[in-house]
Nanobody, 121 residues
Framework: QVLLVESGGGLVQPGGSLRLSCAASGTFFSISFMRWYRQTPGKQREVVAE???????TYADSVKGRFTISRENAKNSVYLQMNSLKPEDTAVYFC???????????????WGEGTQVTVSS
């Protein structure tokens, strides 16, 4: 199994910055994509950014130019640097990893429990 643990959430004023971290642990063969999602009450979980093990990245239009995703493959970790935060960025942020447990396993999705980000003055 793959255990994902997020950290770094909190309360920040508009225009401020936060850095989220997510570390994967457990017994697995490899991780392909790592993603950050966010969710607000009553809305569907939406992908914020993703990064492939090779380094390619994709961002939601709403965060382009403000958020940066990065990862350290050796540490099985992914990060989300969030700058110029807006009140509409307030949400629970979830870490997601696409991993396979063995060379013969299928790719499955694993989720962290989420970390709250609140942008408010």
């Amino acid at each position: 199994q793959v255990l994902l643990v997020e950290s770094g959430g909190g309360l920040v004023q508009p225009g401020g910055s936060l850095r989220l971290s997510c570390a994967a642990s457990g017994t697995f063969f490899s991780i392909s994509f790592m993603r950050w999602y966010r969710q607000t009450p009553g809305k569907q979980r939406e992908v914020v950014a993703e990064i492939h093990s090779g380094g390619s990245t994709t961002y939601a239009d709403s965060v382009k130019g403000r958020f940066t995703i990065s990862r350290e493959n050796a540490k099985n970790s992914v990060y989300l640097q969030m700058n110029s935060l807006k009140p509409e960025d307030t949400a629970v942020y979830f870490c997601n990893a696409q991993a396979r447990l063995t060379t013969e396993s299928t790719w499955d999705n694993y989720w962290g429990e989420g970390t709250q980000v609140t942008v408010s003055s």
